[in-house]
C-alpha cells in the first residue's frame, strides 16, 4: 500500500493517476497551498525537507520529485523485465520507441514547466499590490520580459508539441504511455496560462483523449482537480 502525499492544484494530481493506471492500492493524505501565498504547507516538511509535493511512501519507498516517482513505479510495477520485454505504460530499452518516451519524460519538467512557471510569475509580479508611482515600472519590465522572451517560446514550444503528435497519436509513439502522464500537468497547465486552445487541434484532441480514461477520472474522483 502506498500513500501519496498530495497537494492541490499539482504534480501530484499525475502519480495519482499513474497508480490507477498500475491497478495499485493507494491512500492519499491531502495537503492544501495557502490560499493567499500559494506555497505547500509547513507540514508537508514533515515528509520530505522541502516541504513539496509530490512524495510516495510505502512498499519500503520514500520517492519524490515526479519524474523520478513515475519512473520508479513503471519499472517497479509495470510489468517489465530487465528492460528486455515491453513494460506497461513503457516500451523496452530496445523499441526504437523508448527514445521517445525517455524525451518527453524529461522534457515535461526540463524544457515546457520552466517557461510556464515564469509565465505564473511574472502574471503575480503584474498584479502585485505596488505604490502608485512603481507600478507603471513593473508593468513596464513585465511586458517587456513578456513579449521579448516568453510569449515567443511558449509559441515556439507549442508548436513544437502541435507538430510532434502529428508523427503519432501518443507522444512516445503509437501506444499510451507514462510519457503522456508525464506530459500532463504542463499541457493542463497551458490551457489555464499559455493560451493552449482549438488553434492547435492536435494538443487539444490529446488532451481530450487521456480526459476519457477510465484510470484519469478514477484519479480525479479520488484526487480532486
Do not use: C
Not at 3 to 25: A, M
Not at 59 to 76: D, P
Amino acid at each position: 500500500m502506498f500513500t501519496v502525499h498530495h497537494l492541490n492544484q499539482s504534480r501530484s494530481f499525475r502519480i495519482i493517476w499513474l497508480l490507477e493506471e498500475l491497478g495499485l492500492e493507494y491512500d492519499i493524505k491531502k495537503y492544501e497551498r495557502d490560499p493567499k501565498t500559494m506555497l505547500a504547507p509547513a507540514s508537508l516538511k514533515a515528509v520530505h525537507p522541502l516541504g513539496l509535493a509530490p512524495v510516495v511512501t510505502g512498499e519500503g519507498l520514500m520517492l519524490a520529485e515526479s519524474g523520478a516517482i513515475v519512473e520508479t513505479l513503471v519499472r517497479k510495477y509495470g510489468g517489465g523485465v530487465g528492460g528486455s520485454s515491453r513494460a506497461r505504460l513503457a516500451p523496452a530499452q530496445d523499441d526504437p520507441a523508448y527514445e521517445r518516451y525517455n524525451y518527453w519524460m524529461h522534457y515535461a519538467e526540463g524544457s515546457a514547466m520552466p517557461l510556464l512557471l515564469l509565465r505564473l510569475i511574472f502574471d503575480k509580479v503584474r498584479s502585485a499590490p505596488l505604490p502608485f508611482f512603481l507600478k507603471p515600472v513593473s508593468k513596464g519590465i513585465v511586458a517587456k520580459v513578456e513579449d521579448a522572451f516568453i510569449e515567443p517560446q511558449l509559441k515556439t514550444h507549442l508548436d513544437f508539441m502541435e507538430a510532434e503528435l502529428a508523427k503519432a497519436p501518443w507522444f512516445a509513439g503509437e501506444e499510451f504511455s507514462a510519457a503522456d502522464i508525464q506530459m500532463s500537468f504542463p499541457l493542463e497547465m497551458a490551457t489555464a496560462r499559455a493560451g493552449l486552445d482549438a488553434s492547435r487541434p492536435r494538443l487539444m484532441d490529446w488532451l481530450r483523449r487521456i480526459h476519457a480514461r477510465p484510470a484519469y477520472a478514477r484519479a480525479l474522483a479520488r484526487g480532486g482537480r
